[in-house]
Nanobody, 119 residues
Framework: QVQLVESGGGLVQAGGSLRLSCAAS????????MGWYRQAPGKQRELAAT???????NYADSVKGRFTISRDNAKNTVYLQMNSLKPEDTAVYYC?????????????WGQGTQVTVSS
């Protein structure tokens, strides 16, 4: 099992910044990627950004140029720096991890942290 604990959400005005953190613990060996997904009210959960164990990043088009994902392997923590926030970024943000063993991949989710951007 992998436990993911998020922090850093909150209320910010449009144009502001927030940094989310996600600390992983438990069976963290063989985690191949971590990332952030978000779910706005009445919408499906969608990818925001991911980063592989090798440092390869992937971003949703809607956040490119504004969000930056990074990881500190020594602290088993992944970060999401969110700049130039827009009201449409309002959502619950979930940390996500994938652990691969052989041919099997396991997914883990954090409990979510609320990000609210006021106009």
């Amino acid at each position: 099992q992998v436990q993911l604990v998020e922090s850093g959400g909150g209320l910010v005005q449009a144009g502001g910044s927030l940094r989310l953190s996600c600390a992983a613990s438990g069976s963290i060996f063989s985690i191949t990627s971590m990332g952030w997904y978000r779910q706005a009210p009445g919408k499906q959960r969608e990818l925001a950004a991911t980063i592989t164990s090798g440092g390869v990043t992937n971003y949703a088009d809607s956040v490119k140029g504004r969000f930056t994902i990074s990881r500190d392997n020594a602290k088993n923590t992944v970060y999401l720096q969110m700049n130039s926030l827009k009201p449409e970024d309002t959502a619950v943000y979930y940390c996500h991890a994938v652990r691969s063993t052989g041919w099997t991949a396991y997914e883990f989710w954090g409990q979510g942290t609320q990000v609210t951007v006021s106009s």
